[in-house]
């Protein structure tokens, strides 16, 4: 078993930043990769970026890329995700997920743990 808890969400204005963070517990190693969704009201989860704990390797949905960046502390078996110019459609709930496969996924199904979310709202 995984355990993951995020925070760091709240509300900001347009172009302002956010830094969320996802804490794990349990079952943790290097071999998984960590992933952020998120979920705007009415809307499908969708997919907004990975890392994968052993190598680093990132991979970024295209309507985030340049203006998010996810990183990861080994020490704290924490991974980050730095919003930087947001805009009010980055407004959502936003989630961090836990795989133990050995692919990068950008889709939710292969996820097997996920956190409780943290609210983001961005103000125009």
């Known amino acids: 078993q995984v355990q993951l808890v995020e925070s760091g969400g709240g509300l900001v204005q347009a172009g302002g930043s956010l830094r969320l963070s996802c804490a794990a517990s349990?079952?943790?190693?290097?071999?998984?990769?960590t992933g952020w969704f998120r979920q705007a009201p009415g809307k499908e989860r969708e997919f907004v970026a990975a890392?994968?704990?052993?190598?680093?390797?990132?991979v970024y949905a295209d309507s985030v890329k340049g203006r998010f960046t996810i990183s990861r502390d080994n020490a704290k078996n924490t991974v980050y995700l730095q919003m930087n110019s947001l805009k009010p459609e980055d407004t959502a709930v936003y989630y961090c997920?836990?795989?133990?496969?050995?692919?990068?996924?950008?889709?939710?199904?292969?996820?097997?743990?996920w956190g409780q979310g943290t609210q983001v709202t961005v103000s125009s």
């Open positions: 890392i994968r704990w052993s190598s680093g390797r990132t």
């Open positions: 997920a836990a795989d133990f496969s050995a692919v990068l996924h950008t889709t939710s199904l292969p996820y097997d743990y």
């Open positions: 349990g079952r943790t190693s290097r071999s998984y990769s």
